[in-house]
C-alpha cells in the first residue's frame, strides 16, 4: 500500500489486500486494540475519501485513501547530551546503533539508549514517545528498534513475538572449528539459583534456539554469526559459552582478551517486513573497530 503523512495525518491507499474489508479489519490487521479503534472512531479521527467514520464496519474498496489522525504528543524520555547514531529511518520506524557499555533503559537515569533517542527525536522535531522494540545487554552493541507512530507499536510486538523480526549478531570466541562450520543450540536456558544476574542452560529452563556458524577465523579466535529463534536473556552468551565457545570481554560467561576494546558481541543486523508493502527490509551495520581484523563484507 502506498502512504503519505502530512503533519499529524497519516494518509493510506487501499489495495487489493483490504478490498472488501472494513476499516475495522484493517486496524485489526496492524494490531489496533478495540478500545484504540473505538477511540479513534469517536474522536473523529478517522475518515474514507474525506468521510468521517462514524462506524468502523464501514466497507473499503481498492483505492479508497483511509485517514488516521494522529494524536499530537510529545517526546516523554529526558533527552541525553549526546543523541544515538540513526542507521535507519522511514515513516514508521528507525533504527539505532547502541554502543556497548550503555543500557537501553532505566528510569533512574538520563544517559540511556532511550534518552540518546530522545535527544535525537527533539533534535530533528519528531514529536512522538520514545518506544524501543526489544533490548540488548549492557555489554552488547549493535542495532535497536523504535517505532514511531505508538499506534503501530503493537503490530512491531506482535511481529517480534512470531519471529517476523530477525536479528543476527557477530561474537568472537575462542574454541575449534572450521569456517562454514554450522550449529544449532537447542537447550533450556533458566536463572542460575546461585549467581545473581547469571543464567545457564537448564532442563527446567525455557526453549531456547541459536544457530550459529564459523564465517572467520584470525589468531586463535573464531567469528561466529549468531541468529535468535527465541530471545532469552542473555541467549547467545550462554549457549555459545555452554559449547565451548566463549565469548571475549564478557565478565560472567567468556574469557578476557586485551586484544579487542569491548565484548565480542555485536547485533549487526536486522530485518523486519515494511509494514505498508509486506517487502523485507534490512537494516546491517558493519562499522565496528573490533572486527576490522576480521573479514565482512558489506552486502
Same mark, same amino acid.
Not at 122 to 133: E, T
Given at each position: 500500500?502506498?502512504?503519505?503523512?502530512?503533519?499529524?495525518?497519516?494518509?493510506? *491507499?487501499?489495495?487489493?489486500?483490504?478490498?472488501? =474489508?472494513?476499516?475495522?479489519?484493517?486496524? @485489526? %490487521?496492524?494490531?489496533? !486494540?478495540?478500545k484504540n479503534i473505538n477511540a479513534l472512531t469517536v474522536g473523529k479521527q478517522l475518515s474514507v475519501n474525506r468521510n468521517a467514520v462514524s462506524d468502523p464496519s464501514v466497507i473499503l474498496n481498492k483505492g479508497d485513501t483511509l485517514k488516521i489522525m494522529l494524536p499530537g504528543q510529545e517526546v516523554d524520555y529526558a533527552p541525553a547530551d549526546r543523541e544515538c547514531p540513526v542507521i535507519y529511518e522511514d515513516d514508521f520506524v528507525f533504527v539505532v546503533h547502541k554502543k556497548a557499555? +550503555?543500557?537501553?533503559?532505566?528510569?533512574?537515569?538520563?544517559?540511556?539508549?532511550?534518552?540518546? @533517542?530522545?535527544?535525537? $527525536?527533539?533534535?530533528?522535531?519528531?514529536?512522538?514517545?520514545?518506544?524501543?522494540?526489544?533490548? $540488548?545487554?549492557?555489554?552488547? !552493541?549493535?542495532?535497536?528498534?523504535?517505532?514511531?507512530?505508538?499506534? %503501530?507499536?503493537?503490530?512491531?510486538?506482535?511481529?517480534?513475538?512470531?519471529?517476523?523480526?530477525?536479528?543476527?549478531?557477530? @561474537?568472537?570466541?575462542?574454541?575449534?572449528?572450521? +569456517?562454514?562450520?554450522? %550449529?544449532?543450540? =537447542?537447550?533450556?536456558?533458566?536463572?542460575?539459583?546461585?549467581?545473581?544476574?547469571?543464567?545457564?542452560?537448564?532442563? !527446567?529452563?525455557?526453549?531456547?534456539?541459536?544457530?550459529?556458524?564459523?564465517?572467520?577465523?584470525?589468531?586463535?579466535? $573464531?567469528?561466529?554469526?549468531? *541468529?535468535?529463534?527465541?530471545?532469552?536473556?542473555?541467549?547467545?552468551?550462554?549457549?555459545?559459552?555452554?559449547?565451548?565457545?566463549? +565469548? +571475549?570481554?564478557?565478565?560472567?560467561?567468556?574469557?578476557?582478551?586485551?586484544?579487542?576494546?569491548?565484548?565480542? $558481541?555485536? @547485533?549487526?543486523?536486522?530485518?523486519?517486513?515494511?509494514?505498508? *508493502?509486506?517487502?523485507?527490509?534490512?537494516?546491517?551495520?558493519? =562499522?565496528? !573497530?573490533?572486527?576490522?581484523? %576480521?573479514?565482512?563484507?558489506?552486502?
Open positions: 500500500m502506498k502512504h503519505n503523512i502530512r503533519g499529524n495525518s497519516l494518509n493510506i *491507499t487501499i489495495d487489493e489486500q483490504f478490498d472488501g =474489508r472494513s476499516v475495522s479489519d484493517f486496524l @485489526a %490487521f496492524f494490531k489496533v !486494540s478495540a557499555g +550503555i543500557i537501553v533503559h532505566d528510569d533512574e537515569r538520563t544517559d540511556c539508549l532511550a534518552n540518546q @533517542a530522545a535527544a535525537y $527525536l527533539i533534535s530533528h522535531g519528531i514529536n512522538v514517545p520514545v518506544r524501543y522494540i526489544h533490548r $540488548l545487554d549492557k555489554e552488547t !552493541s549493535g542495532l535497536v528498534l523504535f517505532v514511531k507512530i505508538p499506534l %503501530f507499536q503493537p503490530y512491531y510486538d506482535y511481529l517480534l513475538r512470531e519471529k517476523l523480526i530477525n536479528r543476527k549478531y557477530l @561474537a568472537i570466541t575462542d574454541g575449534k572449528g572450521k +569456517i562454514g562450520q554450522k %550449529f544449532t543450540f =537447542r537447550q533450556n536456558i533458566g536463572k542460575d539459583r546461585h549467581v545473581n544476574n547469571k543464567y545457564r542452560v537448564s532442563a !527446567s529452563g525455557r526453549e531456547a534456539v541459536t544457530k550459529a556458524r564459523i564465517i572467520d577465523k584470525y589468531r586463535d579466535y $573464531l567469528l561466529l554469526e549468531c *541468529t535468535l529463534l527465541t530471545g532469552r536473556t542473555h541467549q547467545i552468551r550462554v549457549h555459545l559459552s555452554h559449547n565451548h565457545f566463549r +565469548i +571475549i570481554n564478557d565478565d560472567i560467561y567468556g574469557i578476557a582478551s586485551k586484544d579487542f576494546h569491548n565484548m565480542g $558481541l555485536w @547485533a549487526y543486523q536486522l530485518q523486519f517486513p515494511d509494514i505498508m *508493502t509486506g517487502n523485507n527490509i534490512t537494516v546491517r551495520d558493519i =562499522r565496528n !573497530s573490533d572486527y576490522d581484523c %576480521f573479514r565482512l563484507k558489506e552486502e
